[in-house]
């Protein structure tokens, strides 16, 4: 069973930093990408970050370059994201899925679908 359990939250003031993790379980796949994606009330969902296990191409959104960093650890199955500067309009629940199969982020986001997420960790930014 594929397990994605994301850690790490929280609540901090504008200008700190927090680091998320999302350790993976439950699949042995050589070629698959893991995504940061974020949901706030009211707001659509939005993908921040991806990196690819096959080519360990990166991928951030506009809203989050420059702040945000994904990196991997593949001893530990664990991918992390680095926030920093984090701002008001930052605050949501993070959720880190899979997409199984290769995938590239030298060009940008290509058309997928997540095919496994988690429940999400709550960061909370006040101003």
């Known amino acids: 069973e594929v397990q994605l359990v994301e850690s790490g939250g929280g609540l901090v003031q504008a200008g700190e930093s927090l680091r998320l993790s999302c350790a993976a379980s439950?699949?042995?796949?050589?070629?698959?990408?893991i995504c940061w994606f974020r949901q706030a009330p009211g707001r659509e969902r939005e993908e921040i970050s991806c990196?690819?296990?096959?080519?360990?191409?990166?991928y951030s959104a506009d809203s989050v370059k420059g702040r945000f960093t994904i990196s991997s650890d593949n001893a530990k199955n664990t991918v992390y994201l680095q926030m920093n500067s984090l701002k008001p309009e930052d605050t949501a629940v993070y959720h880190c899925?899979?997409?199984?199969?290769?995938?590239?982020?030298?060009?940008?986001?290509?058309?997928?679908?997540?095919?496994?997420w988690g429940q999400g960790t709550q960061v909370t930014v006040s101003s």
């Open positions: 899925a899979v997409v199984i199969g290769f995938i590239t982020f030298v060009h940008g986001p290509t058309g997928y679908e997540y095919d496994y």
């Open positions: 439950g699949f042995a796949f050589s070629d698959y990408a």
């Open positions: 990196i690819s296990s096959s080519d360990g191409s990166t």
